[in-house]
């Protein structure tokens, strides 16, 4: 059973930076075999997809976050990351990470529907 841990969270003002982290372990294939995906949910507003990576190192961003933030996977260290530059107040959400592996055609799908391990979230908050 595939583990994630998220860390990185806090309070920023607008125009700051922040990295999140997502700590895998427990997975059944090699780490790298893992596409991996950020998540953000707001409240009272439903959970989106912010950035996706596949296997082999291709990215997507959602339009809103596109040229502010960058994903990125360390398979030496089973870790993901989301580097968030220039943050601004509606980046405020619980952000989580998610792998899979079995569907990997739809790796950059920015879906929630195609990841089966989830984190239990780290606060960001942006404040103006």
């Known amino acids: 059973q595939v583990q994630l841990v998220e860390s990185g969270g806090g309070s920023v003002q607008a125009g700051g930076s922040m990295r999140l982290s997502c700590a895998a372990s427990?997975?059944?294939?090699?780490?790298?075999?893992?596409?991996m995906g950020w998540f953000r949910q707001a409240p009272g507003k439903e959970r989106e997809g912010v950035a996706s990576?596949?296997?082999?190192?291709?990215?997507r961003y959602a339009d809103s976050v596109k040229g502010r933030f960058t994903i990125s996977k360390d398979n030496a260290k089973s870790t993901l990351y989301l580097q968030m530059n220039s943050l601004k107040p509606e980046d405020t959400a619980m952000y989580y990470c998610?792998?899979?592996?079995?569907?990997?055609?739809?790796?950059?799908?920015?879906?929630?529907?195609?990841?089966?391990?989830w984190g239990q979230g780290t606060q960001v908050t942006v404040s103006s």
């Open positions: 998610a792998a899979d592996a079995r569907w990997p055609i739809a790796a950059l799908g920015l879906s929630a529907r195609w990841y089966t391990y």
């Open positions: 427990g997975y059944t294939y090699p780490y790298a075999h893992y596409y």
């Open positions: 990576i596949d296997t082999n190192g291709s990215t």
